[in-house]
């Protein structure tokens, strides 16, 4: 009891702190997004599937979909990401190809036995492994009639003894920003068959946090009243988190009808504590031709939380031959709200062949542009943030299903649109993402 005690004082303090700890918007932004990615037939749903379970990847969002399990199974997902990125109106193209284990699980499905078809007849259990964000991209952008960054580390008061020109015309401008890292998420979800009629699920997700994010801003202007003369800056940033969250999730799902399922889930914000460390180094070839270099930043230890998170979805069973559904997702924090519409089908043309297509459509997050966190003191030198300006998903799958074995391959483009800021100052550079995956799931199940 002492210990139980002491686990749950931590927790509320814990959660506490992160109310008062927000993250910077940018840093809110890249760790709470989430890609459609999972099982071979979740992503060949578009991710559409809390209200018709039976899938790992779908009890993440909505557990009681797990009530709907008759056997034991094991998953495991095999995934290869291609990563196409490139700057509207130009032709360089940015590639990135990562090879992983997205997903990893085990259901057991526990029968109650009875003799009719009322009370609870499973309880489930299910252990899972899911990458649920990669972060694996290259960005190139180029701008020109821009403020300089000189300029708005003066407007912001800046304390440094650095001759920067501020009096400035048409200054161009690129920035170059690479990103490595992840997001897994460790679950233990618990869901209930009642009277097959009635789901009810619970889980507990741990969340790490890995981004690594590199950056070289440059830029070249000419000052007023230099006869001319060019100036230029380079800003060199490195910024890393680490950290580590957890959350609660809850679900239900009813089938009124036979033809008819309906599905909520619920996930609590994360809360935890993550780790900032950010270096770099600022030369700035000033009206002196001198070199200057900023001082090392330190690194910051703080919690912080994430968002809401909602999922409404209605399912229909057409026959014994297909499924189809519609899903609608929510996440809210703090007025910002992201918006997530979903759709699929699967069609069994012969019994164990499973045929499966999707599509999704994510919003912004915001409609305002998020605010640089400069201050007189310079502490964190990446000046630079992205906000999506919308995401589209179509995918397709197929799968067997045996007696004792299934194995299911996917394919789903992804493609976004997003505003890149090197500064708050200067137009945002207009990205393109296109991402295309390649799945393979594997898979093994008894009956009892």
């Not at 008062?20 to 760790?31: C, E, G, I, T």
């Not at 034991?72 to 090879?99: A, H, P, W, Y």
């Not at 490595?180 to 789901?199: F, H, K, P």
Request: proline share 4%.
């Amino acid at each position: 009891m002492k210990n139980l005690r002491n686990i749950l004082v931590l927790c509320i303090l814990s959660f506490c702190a992160a109310v008062f700890s927000p993250l910077y918007a940018q840093d809110y932004l890249r760790l709470s997004e989430r890609n459609i990615t999972g099982t071979a037939r979740y992503i060949g749903m578009g991710g559409a599937m809390t209200a018709i379970g039976g899938d790992p990847s779908a009890a993440l969002y909505n557990p009681a979909g797990l009530g709907l399990y008759r056997r034991s199974e094991v998953f495991v997902t095999f995934d290869v990401m291609l990563d196409r990125t490139r700057q509207i109106g130009t032709t360089d193209v940015f590639k990135r190809n990562v090879l992983m284990i997205p997903q990893a699980s085990a259901v057991f499905s526990i029968p109650s036995y009875t003799l009719s078809d009322e009370g609870v007849q499973f309880n489930n259990l299910m252990l899972s492994y899911n990458r649920v964000q990669s972060y694996s991209r290259e960005m190139f952008g180029v701008g020109d009639h821009d403020p300089s960054l000189g300029a708005l580390l003066t407007t912001a008061d800046v304390n440094w003894d650095i001759p920067f020109c501020t009096d400035l015309i048409n200054a161009s401008n690129s920035l170059y920003l690479r990103e490595t890292g992840y997001v897994n998420e460790y679950a233990l979800d618990w869901a209930m068959n009642i009277s097959n009629r009635w789901y009810v699920g619970a889980g507990l997700h741990v969340q790490s946090y890995l981004l690594s994010s590199d950056a070289t801003y440059q830029e070249t202007f000419t000052a007023q009243n230099t006869e001319g003369r060019h100036f230029s800056n380079n800003n060199q940033t490195t910024l890393l988190f680490s950290g580590a969250s957890f959350n609660f999730s809850a679900g239900f799902l009813c089938r009124p009808l036979p033809w008819l399922r309906l599905g909520f889930g619920i996930q609590t914000p994360s809360v935890g504590h993550l780790v900032t460390r950010t270096s770099g180094s600022l030369t700035a070839q000033t009206d002196t031709l001198a070199t200057s270099y900023a001082p090392d930043c330190n690194s910051q230890t703080r919690s912080f939380h994430m968002p809401w998170h909602t999922t409404t979805s209605v399912g229909f069973q057409i026959g014994a031959y297909a499924l189809a559904a519609v899903q609608y997702d929510f996440t809210h924090q703090s007025g910002v709200n992201l918006h997530s519409l979903r759709a699929g089908i699967e069609v069994v043309p012969v019994l164990g062949l499973y045929i499966n297509a999707g599509y999704a459509f994510e919003s912004t997050f915001d409609k305002n542009p998020f605010v640089v966190p400069m201050d007189p003191t310079f502490d964190r030198q990446d000046t630079y943030f992205q906000r999506p300006r919308w995401t589209q998903y179509a995918s397709i799958a197929v799968g067997y299903r045996g007696t004792h074995m299934m194995v299911q391959a996917a394919y789903q483009c992804r493609w976004q649109r997003l505003n890149l800021h090197a500064i708050e100052n200067t137009a945002p550079y207009d990205m393109h993402t296109e991402t295309h995956r390649i799945v393979l799931t594997l898979g093994w199940h008894r009956y009892y």
